[in-house]
């Protein structure tokens, strides 16, 4: 089966300095990975995802790239902001199915 | 739309009572997935519906847990006999077909005593 491993499991930043989260998978047939934020107590909300056909997508200050041939994929975010203090993760599943997230990420942005 | 919507919000039992969380999605959507979150194993699929139909339970834990969706807006997950390390934040979330965006529920937080 699938197996997503990322990196870090911690990270602080630098209000205003970019952060950057790796992901890795196993499966070559997944075609479809999303990034999730959950803040503390709440539910795990979609940020951004990508589809296999695509290398790059942007959605103003954050962005994911995606390396097929290496199965990686990384969540960039530039400009960081206090209230992107949350915890990531990152998912990878085939065609809507098999989802399989990554252990998470706590980013922490210092003001 | 109200989003999924989960039921209840928190829930504290004792060991080896019975627990139902309840769950609906989000009208129109046919995929329906179960999700426990803890601090140690992260967040974890239990099983996901399509149509209504189980396709994948190979996360559920054990034989104590068990998940139906008599409906399209309708799904329960129970816990019978309920157990201390079953405690854990417990996530429904729905897609639609052709998109494969989860949205979650806010999901029901368990104690179990």
């Known amino acids: 089966g699938e197996n997503v491993e990322q990196h870090p499991s911690t990270l602080s930043v630098q209000e205003g300095d970019s952060a950057v989260i790796k992901c890795t998978y196993s499966?070559?047939?997944?075609?479809?990975f999303p990034w999730y934020k959950q803040e503390l107590g709440k539910r795990p909300q979609l940020i951004i995802d990508i589809r296999s056909n695509v290398g790059e997508k942007k959605d103003q200050r954050i962005a994911v790239t995606l390396n097929k041939t290496a199965k990686h994929f990384s969540l960039h975010i530039t400009e960081t902001q206090p209230e992107d203090s949350a915890v990531y993760f990152c998912a990878a599943s085939s065609y809507g199915q098999n989802f399989v997230f990554g252990p998470g990420t706590r980013l922490s942005v210092l003001p | 739309d109200a989003g999924v919507i989960q039921s209840p919000r928190h829930e504290v039992t004792e060991m080896g009572q019975e627990v139902t969380l309840r769950c609906k999605p989000i009208s129109g959507h046919d995929y329906l997935f179960w999700y426990r979150q803890t601090m140690m194993r992260g967040l974890e699929l239990l099983i996901y519906?399509?149509?209504?139909?189980?396709?994948?339970d190979s996360g559920m834990p054990e034989d104590r847990f068990s998940a139906k969706m008599p409906n399209a807006s309708f799904s329960t997950l129970k816990i019978q006999p309920s157990e201390p390390r079953d405690s854990a934040v417990y996530f429904c979330a729905s897609s639609l077909r052709g998109e494969e965006t989860q949205y979650f529920g806010p999901g029901t937080r368990l104690l179990v005593l």
């Open positions: 499966d070559s047939a997944s075609n479809y």
């Open positions: 519906f399509n149509n209504n139909v189980p396709i994948d």
